[in-house]
């Protein structure tokens, strides 16, 4: 086929790939990274003074990614069956993260100090 060929010509590396190959691996790159990016986006984190590079990253990442239209994400979304299982896996890894660190707190709290997890989170219902 010649359209391999022509994205060839301009750079691009072409992967042949099952349909479902194709979703699996967009959901778990493109997708995630969007929907990464336009959370963190709406958290409205700004550049300070003593940035490290790690959130220098993390505001290019919102950056590039909400310079993207919101159709091109809502079309990540609507046409690869993958992506509510990302969002579910993402729920889940946020529980999770956040657990281990009240449950540390928690560990570690000086005697009468409140509960860090009778008082700041709970679990996105499912």
């Known amino acids: 086929s010649i359209f391999p060929s022509i994205w060839e010509e301009e750079g691009c590396n072409m992967v042949s790939m099952s349909c479902k190959d194709h979703d699996g691996f967009t959901a778990n790159s493109q997708f995630i990274t969007h929907l990464m990016g336009r959370i963190l986006g709406v958290q409205g984190l700004k550049a300070t003074p003593i940035d490290t590079k790690g959130f220098q990253n993390v505001l290019k990442l919102i950056e590039t990614t909400n310079a993207d239209s919101f159709e091109l994400f809502y079309g990540l979304f609507k046409f690869n069956r993958n992506s509510m299982a990302i969002i579910e896996k993402l729920k889940e890894a946020m529980d999770d993260v956040v ?3 009240l449950e ?9 100090e ?3 997890t009778q008082i700041s989170w709970k679990p996105l219902a499912s």
């Open 99 to 101: 657990s281990k660190l």
């Open 114 to 116: 409140p509960k860090k």
């Open 104 to 112: 540390k707190a928690d560990e570690s709290a000086d005697e009468g």
